[in-house]
């Protein structure tokens, strides 16, 4: 099983990146698929979610309007549009692969993570 995140760097305030996470080893579609991240010193949480065949979807309050989760379940990807990027979302960003929508926000219930990709919001 792997899940490898791509897409992260050195980007100014208010500027755009595009995060995607492409999946093997396990039935992509058999899985709710979300973003989380984690800046030092801090827990990981949520950043956005996405149902196995991408109908519902979620977004944390901080990146709400900013931020936009898709997916592809023939590329087996996942996606993280990130725009009018702030300091304040510097961290790093990790894919993970859940089962249950009621256990999006547990981190400890996911069944994969990727190994994450760093974002740095700077000027």
């Known amino acids: 099983v792997q899940l490898v995140e791509s897409g992260g760097g050195l980007v100014q305030p208010g500027g755009s990146l595009r995060l995607s996470c492409t999946a093997s080893g396990f039935t992509f579609k058999d899985y709710h698929m979300a973003w989380a991240r984690q800046s030092l010193g801090k827990e990981r949480e949520l950043v956005a979610a996405i149902e196995n065949f991408g109908v519902g979807r979620l977004h944390a309050n901080p990146v709400k309007g900013r931020f936009t989760i898709s997916r592809d379940n023939v590329e087996s990807t996942v996606y993280l549009q990130m725009d009018n990027l702030k300091p304040e979302d510097t961290a790093v960003y990790y894919c993970?692969?859940?089962?249950?929508?009621?256990?999006?926000?547990?981190?400890?219930?996911?069944?994969?993570w990727g190994l994450g990709t760093q974002v740095t919001v700077s000027s």
């Open positions: 993970g692969a859940v089962r249950r929508w009621s256990d999006i926000r547990a981190m400890e219930n996911y069944a994969y």
